[in-house]
């Protein structure tokens, strides 16, 4: 089992940034490639970006991409998610999951609120 919290978002002004956070507790981190994803009111989970559990490896949705760095500390059992240049369409809740062994993502945190505004 895996618990996961998030934490860092709020109201930015369009152009500006935030860095998301999502503490892992319960099992060996860095045996977990870890995902943000986002929800929009009324729309679908959508990826954003994910981290092999050495860090090593990253990709990034189209939408995202240029503006948005995942990364991971695993001394710190900590992954974020650095977002840069937003944009209104980046409104949404931020969910952080763990996937072990490619599993498929079965652990997710509750979310946190980034709204950004015109």
Do not use: H
Request: aromatic share 12%; net charge positive.
């Amino acid at each position: 089992q895996v618990q996961l919290v998030e934490s860092g978002g709020g109201l930015v002004q369009t152009g500006g940034s935030l860095r998301l956070s999502c503490a892992a507790s319960g099992r060996t981190f860095s045996n977990y490639a870890m995902g943000w994803f986002r929800q929009a009111p009324g729309k679908e989970r959508q990826f954003v970006a994910d981290i092999s559990g050495s860090g090593r490896s990253t990709y990034n949705a189209y939408s995202v991409k240029g503006r948005f760095t995942i990364s991971r500390d695993n001394a710190k059992n900590t992954v974020y998610l650095q977002m840069n240049s937003l944009e209104p369409e980046d409104t949404a809740v931020y969910y952080c999951a763990a996937s072990y062994s490619g599993q498929g993502y079965k652990y997710w945190g509750r979310g946190t609120q980034v709204t950004v505004s015109s």
